[in-house]
């Protein structure tokens, strides 16, 4: 049962236009979401993140909109640069705990 | 402040032995959590520990794997008679008590021949 899911493996956008990454979710008791994004051969890293009592959360060019009703959150960065291009996971949590469920990322590709 | 650290970074092991994967917190953290990529697909949660306290293990396959964090020292994965299907990325990540987020290391590549 994927709790957390990306539907989208990949994506590609030109550079200085917008990216959106999506990410669903099943589970109503999840209070907490978070983007990560990996680089090859390193660990995840932590990019923003959005507790469930807000439907925004925006960190320079990056932007958490969450959707309770549709169990919805999307990722929006602008302007995309050359340098943003990794897998990007959508992780949430359960407030009882620390443990995070992530969905399966989406590969961004921004080219120049 | 040094990051989550994980060693070795690259570990081969032929079918049947044993594979040991080490992994110290960032200073101060004291919650240790370890999650399992394979090849193409997400971050699958394994176990969670706290020091000389597993917290949650429901990830962990029910035989072969095993987890500790003693008191002193790293906290280790230990995967007895590996198979090819254990090959993946184990990353290691850590926090507060509380904390909102986790801090990952760079992970450990297992390949098993």
């Known amino acids: 049962d994927q709790q957390v899911k990306q539907n989208s493996p990949s994506l590609s956008v030109q550079e200085g236009r917008i990216s959106i990454l999506n990410c669903d979710y099943t589970n109503s008791m999840f209070d907490y979401f978070l983007w990560y994004k990996k680089y090859p051969a390193e660990g995840p890293t932590f990019l923003i993140s959005?507790?469930?009592?807000?439907d925004k959360n925006e960190d320079g060019r990056f932007t958490v909109f969450l959707n309770k009703s549709a169990k919805h959150l999307s990722l929006h960065i602008v302007p995309s640069q050359p340098g943003d291009s990794a897998v990007y996971f959508c992780?949430?949590?359960?407030?009882?705990?620390?443990?995070?469920?992530f969905g399966g990322g989406t590969r961004l590709m921004v080219k120049p | 402040n040094a990051g989550v650290m994980q060693n070795p970074r690259h570990l081969v092991r032929r079918r049947g032995q044993e594979a040991r994967l080490r992994c110290s917190p960032m200073k101060g953290h004291s919650h240790v959590y370890w999650y399992r990529q394979l090849p193409e697909e997400g971050l699958k949660f394994m176990v969670y520990?706290?020091?000389?306290?597993?917290?949650?293990e429901s990830g962990m396959p029910k035989e072969r794997f095993s987890a500790e964090f003693p008191k002193e020292g790293p906290s280790i994965l230990r995967i007895q008679q590996v198979v090819r299907g254990d090959s993946a990325a184990y990353f290691c990540a850590s926090s507060t008590t509380g904390a909102d987020k986790l801090f990952f290391g760079s992970g450990t590549q297992l390949s098993v021949l």
């Open positions: 959005i507790s469930s009592i807000k």
């Open positions: 992780a949430a949590r359960i407030n009882a705990g620390n443990m995070l469920t």
């Open positions: 520990l706290q020091k000389e306290n597993i917290i949650d």
